[in-house]
């Protein structure tokens, strides 16, 4: 298995550009989550989906966020405009029911919005 | 809400044992995991334990988990250099996992 695959790995843009982060889970798997990592504030969970459903987006910073899961193996979170405190390592994981609750994480995507 | 905390730094030698603390506060966690994220990585999964076991061993890794005293620990033993890294505590909460802040550890010769 490939694992969890994001992409861009690094992503650089302008302050007000939109955005799209893309994340492909592992294939079975029926939980996929956001997380976002910074310095000051840690690993912080943005929104999760469970069968493509968005279960809590309480973790969602403000209106500029948005996640979509429009299929089993594939997810987006788009940041419109983006701003420079945005600027994190963000990271897609997921994980199956039905055993222990292991999140399997993919290799993030650093964002840098100057 | 669910509270997990750890110490941010430790610092070992080569060859000792390292040791990390994690407390948290939800008790119904039926399981609790430690992740390692080295430099520029995602977290990778290390080990986890059931609740209802108080040790699990894998090679050089021990946990260790007191439920009275929502306490757990990671043991290395002989630490190397390729284990510098953030080590996260993370406990189950419904679907979702709760990490801490982690802690950093370094290893020196």
């Known amino acids: 298995d490939a694992g969890v695959i994001q992409s861009p790995r690094h992503e650089v843009t302008e302050m007000g550009q939109e955005v799209t982060l893309r994340c492909k889970p592992i294939?079975?798997?029926?939980?996929l989550f956001w997380y976002r990592q910074t310095m000051m504030r840690g690993l912080e969970l943005l929104i999760y989906?469970?069968?493509?459903?968005?279960?809590?987006d309480s973790g969602m910073p403000e209106d500029r966020f948005s996640a979509k899961m429009p299929n089993a193996s594939f997810s987006t979170l788009k940041i419109q405009p983006s701003e420079p405190r945005d600027s994190a390592v963000y990271f897609c994981?997921?994980?199956?029911?039905?055993?222990?609750?292991?999140?399997?994480f993919g290799p993030g995507t650093r964002l840098t919005v100057l | 809400g669910e509270d997990v905390e750890q110490s941010l730094f430790l610092s070992v030698r080569e060859g000792d044992s390292s040791v990390i603390n994690c407390t948290y506060t939800?008790?119904?966690?039926?399981?609790l995991y430690w992740y390692k994220q080295e430099p520029g990585a995602g977290l990778q999964l290390l080990t986890y334990?059931?609740?209802?076991?108080d040790m699990k061993q894998d090679q050089r890794l021990t946990v260790l988990l007191n439920k009275k005293d929502k306490h757990l620990s990671l043991r290395i033993a002989d630490t190397q250099t390729g284990d510098s890294a953030i080590y996260f505590c993370?406990?189950?909460?419904?679907?979702?996992?709760?990490f801490g802040t982690g802690t950093r550890l370094q290893v020196f010769p």
């Open positions: 994981a997921s994980h199956s029911s039905g055993g222990a609750d292991t999140q399997y």
């Open positions: 294939s079975g798997h029926d939980y």
């Open positions: 989906f469970n069968n493509n459903v968005p279960i809590d």
């Open positions: 939800d008790s119904s966690s039926t399981y």
């Open positions: 334990i059931f609740s209802n076991m």
């Open positions: 993370a406990v189950g909460s419904g679907d979702k996992l709760i």
